[in-house]
Nanobody, 125 residues
């Protein structure tokens, strides 16, 4: 399994970005997918996760109401729509994959078996 994230970039405060992560291999349809992020000088933090069905999602409190995670199982792609961006959202964003979905949706790094390469999101004022 390989994850290829894209969509990062430079955006102004209050702007929006949409991250995408394409998954190769045959595990996507049963996998929980998620996003983590790591800001400069900080630990990597959970952002959002989505169950393999697409019907259950989980968000960090810091992004709830602004970010939306979704997936297209036919295209083996997971998305992170980010609205109302602030400077606190500046980070490298990582797409993550959990081969066999567990419940509740996990928020810890060790729960996810495969990580993408990361995409930089920079929010400027």
């Amino acid at each position: 399994v390989q994850l290829q994230a894209s969509g990062g970039g430079l955006v102004q405060v209050g702007g929006s970005l949409r991250l995408s992560c394409v998954v190769s291999g045959d595990t996507f349809h049963a996998a929980t997918m998620g996003w983590f992020r790591q800001a400069p000088g900080k630990e990597r933090d959970f952002v959002a996760a989505i169950l393999w069905t697409g019907k259950s999602t989980l968000y960090a409190d810091s992004v709830k109401g602004r970010f939306t995670i979704s997936r297209d199982n036919a295209k083996k792609t997971v998305f992170l729509q980010m609205n109302g961006l602030t400077s606190e959202d500046t980070a490298v964003y990582y797409c993550v994959h959990q081969r066999r979905s567990t419940w509740p949706l996990p928020t810890t790094e060790k729960a996810y078996d495969t990580w993408g390469q990361g995409t930089q999101v920079t929010v400027s004022s």
